[in-house]
């Protein structure tokens, strides 16, 4: 009896197994079947990418040199008082345009006046002794002691009056040049001693600003050359020229002075004022220049993209000077290539690329600039 139930169960077992099987590799197919067309979907799914395209210009390529300096007078000076005295009078005060021997100062002058006049006096008594023994020592009747007694008084009272002529003038104190009062350092009524500080005193047309350039950098620099300065007292750029160059580099610190004029600048630019200098150092005519967003570095070198039948070439390039968002090329591509300009990087090489007109407006911005329709308004 065991034997003959144990069969009909085996068989139904293995008819269940097979079903299984079957439905196992029916899903197997169906899965195999739906990956390969994802597969096949994602390969044909590639798209050019969109980039827009301009080409380099002929220009000038130029090396600059940029550093800060101090705006400075051509000249200054510092007065010192050169006698003793009161101050009587003050004609300038600070902040005053003055000419080259114009009176600034009078001290008070009673004494120097009073010597001139004693130093005068004695001049002409003395004149009158020795005019009057030489004519005696022509007849012969005066000895040539006595003669040379008189010579010798007549010549000291002339460089009497020399001397008190220059102490009366003294008492004036005169502007050394054009320029400006810039500093009163006296008071009316105030007694000075020889040697006090009394006014100083700068020319301010033109004004000078000094910069040292490393010897390495001086370059083409040279005397009549253009320089661009920026002063925070202006918006504007101001315009020096080179008026000096050194002939010799410091050797305690490997520069060169070079001296930059400026004749023309606001009122509101006053010696002290800090500028930016901004001088050529270099520069190339002819040059290859594309804008700086092209290029694309890696490991110190650099290359950019062309568009070639629609597809992406990569090009090493040499770069020169760098001339604010443009950048000299000085080998790697020609004039006449199409050069990426944006999007390049998202490019590798053999790219499809499609380019756009650079001109041409998204959808959202046309909408943007689509004129408004004016709404009218009730009476």
């Known amino acids: 009896m065991s034997i003959l139930f144990k069969r009909p169960h085996s068989f139904v077992y293995l008819l269940i197994l097979s079903i299984f099987c079957l439905a196992a590799c029916s899903d ?24 827009e395209v301009g080409h380099a210009e002929i220009g000038t390529a130029a090396s600059y040199y940029l550093t800060t300096a101090t705006i400075e007078p051509s000249s200054d000076a510092q007065i010192y008082a050169r006698g003793a ?13 003055v000419k080259a021997g114009e009176i600034l100062l009078q001290l008070e002058d009673d004494d ?3 010597r001139l006049k004693q130093a005068k006096q004695k001049l002409a008594s003395a004149e009158r002794e020795f005019n009057r023994l030489n004519k005696m020592r022509n007849a012969g009747a005066v000895s040539p002691n006595e003669w040379e007694v008189a010579n010798t008084n007549y010549l000291t009272a002339q460089t009497d009056l020399e001397l008190a002529e ?71 750029t101001l315009q020096g020229v080179i008026d000096l160059v050194s ?33 050529i150092t270099d520069q190339r005519e002819n040059a290859l220049l594309l804008p700086s967003v092209a290029l694309i570095e ?74 408004k329709k004016k709404q009218g308004r009730d009476s």
């Not at 005295?85 to 345009?97: L, M, T």
């Not at 010799?248 to 200098?277: C, H, M, N, W």
């Open 28 to 51: 197997n197919s169906a899965n195999s079947k739906s990956n390969a067309k994802a597969k096949g979907k994602g390969r044909g799914a590639a798209k050019s990418v969109p980039v």
């Open 247 to 279: 002939p010799i580099v410091d050797p305690t610190t490997g520069t060169v002075k070079v001296t930059v004029r400026l004749d023309q600048y606001p009122a509101s630019v006053r010696p002290g004022d800090f500028t930016e200098v901004k001088m």
């Open 112 to 114: 120097q006046k009073l």
């Open 85 to 97: 005295g009161v101050v009587r009078q003050i004609f300038r005060e600070e902040g005053d345009d």
């Open 298 to 371: 890696e490991r110190g070198q650099y290359y950019l993209f062309v568009e070639e039948n629609n597809k992406a070439v990569r090009k090493n390039i040499v770069a020169g000077y760098i001339i604010d968002d443009k950048t000299e090329v000085v080998s790697g591509i020609s004039q006449s290539d199409k050069i990426v300009v944006k999007g390049q990087r998202n490019l590798n090489e053999g790219n499809d690329i499609r380019v756009l007109d650079p001109e041409a407006k998204s959808p959202q911005q046309a909408e943007k600039d689509k004129p």
């Open 166 to 236: 220059l102490a009366l003038s003294y008492t004036k104190v005169a502007a050394p040049f054009d320029g400006r009062l810039v500093w009163r350092d006296v008071d009316l009524g105030a007694h000075v001693l020889n040697g006090n500080l009394l006014f100083r005193v700068m020319a301010i047309d033109p004004l000078l600003v000094r910069v040292h350039v490393p010897a390495n950098r001086i370059g083409k620099v040279a005397k009549g050359q253009l320089v661009d300065l920026k002063v925070d007292s202006t918006p504007d």
